[in-house]
């Protein structure tokens, strides 16, 4: 009874399958949308050769598609739109993708046995938009701006997709590029001379990377060091500039604190001989002075984040962001009764202070922190770009 049961949910819905695809051919007709339903009437055609309603909605549809992107044409050539002809191809392409679905589907072209395309007139309307994306394209390069050079670049791209080689597109599009990206300089990251010897080159080489690997997921923003830039000869949009206004790296806080303690429960603190000399065992609490030592070791600092426009030095972003790690040590002894401690004092008895790491490593740890605020504001400012 079970195995029926599922047989015959797999056929209700493998039958409420073919139902809903058969009518989303007819839905997109009944719409307007013409080459969605010849599209999915092919398809439907390429899983059921002899399915009635998808072979009635195509031989609906195609016609009504064809005689609606003629129109699209007509209209569009005649309008004053800049990009007319674009309009005009992206329309014949359309028609001749649809003459290509049912050709490639041999129960679709017994239904439309000749499928019109659009072929000399394809050409020349490729030509044509070329032309005009080239003209506009060149209008806007012409204007020198960052914002109107990456309009030129992808108009210039555009009009390479028309016609391979258009002009003279091959030097104009890496040039409107150039021109329409944005230039920063990242400087050297300094720490101070003579301090503690300290490398400031970890920081330096993070924030580096991800500034590589953000700008690289942008088009038209590009990082340079400055040994790049001047070896270039580049003049920058941005310089970023970044620089700790202090920092003190090791300073040493050490704690000391002695309680008396008292064990938990009473304790063998001798012995008592009975008048006939059996012993019984004293018991008692039992104490110790127990001292605990913590020793910390504080690093910190406090860096300034600016982003300068090179051309007129006006400061563009500006931020102070603070790091701080602290390094801590921790042991304890004692005097007296062991067993007055408990069993997590006694470990503590057992460490032995430990020698703090070198002062390039505390560097680095409270530097980490601060990255992390520096590449969110970088990141959040250069979204715009």
Not at 75 to 98: C, H, P
Not at 203 to 208: A, D, G, S
Not at 325 to 335: D, G, K, L, M, Y
Not at 363 to 376: A, R
Request: proline share 4%; glycine share 4%; charged share 25%.
């Amino acid at each position: 009874m079970k195995t029926l049961r599922a047989t015959l949910f797999i056929v209700c819905i493998a039958t409420l399958s073919l139902s809903l695809v058969q009518c989303s051919g007819k839905k997109a007709l009944e719409k307007g949308n013409y080459a969605e339903a010849v599209y999915k009437s092919v398809q439907k055609l390429r899983k059921s050769p002899s399915n009635k309603k998808a072979a009635s909605t195509l031989r609906q549809a195609y016609p009504m598609a064809v005689s609606y992107y003629k129109e699209q044409i007509e209209i569009s050539l005649k309008s004053n739109d800049a990009f007319r002809w674009g309009n005009s191809v992206q329309y014949m392409e359309t028609v001749n993708n649809m003459a290509d679905e049912i050709s490639r589907c041999p129960a679709a072209k017994k239904i439309v046995p000749s499928p019109f395309r659009y072929e000399s007139e394809l050409n020349t309307a490729k030509k044509n938009a070329a032309e005009e994306c080239y003209v506009v394209g060149k209008r806007e390069f012409d204007k020198k701006t960052r914002e109107s050079a990456r309009e030129a670049y992808y108009l210039f791209v555009k009009a390479d997709g028309y016609v391979l080689g258009y002009k003279d597109v091959g030097t104009l599009i890496p040039q409107a590029k150039e021109m329409a990206t944005l230039k920063v300089v990242l400087e050297q990251i300094p720490v101070g001379a003579g301090r503690l010897q300290i490398s400031a080159d970890f920081f330096q080489n993070n924030i580096e990377a991800y500034l590589n690997n953000m700008f690289n997921s942008r088009m038209f923003i590009q990082l340079y060091l400055p040994r790049q830039a001047e070896k270039l000869k580049l003049v920058p949009d941005h310089i970023i500039r970044i620089q700790f206004d202090d920092f003190i790296v090791g300073n040493s806080k050490l704690t000391q604190k002695t309680v008396t303690v008292v064990s938990a429960d009473s304790v063998k603190v001798g012995e008592y001989t009975k008048p006939d000399g059996s012993k019984v065992p004293v018991k008692n609490k039992v104490t110790a002075e127990y001292t605990t030592f913590r020793k910390e070791v504080i690093s910190k600092g406090l860096v300034d984040v600016r982003v300068i426009e090179f051309a007129t030095k006006k400061i563009l972003m500006q931020d102070k962001m603070p790091g701080e790690f602290i390094w801590v040590s921790e042991w304890a002894s004692f005097n007296g009764d062991e067993r007055a401690l408990s069993q997590q004092q006694l470990n503590m008895t057992k460490q032995r202070e430990v020698q703090p790491p070198a002062p390039q490593d505390l560097f680095v740890e409270f530097t980490k922190p601060i990255y992390d605020q520096v590449t969110s504001r970088l990141s959040s400012f250069y979204s715009r770009y």
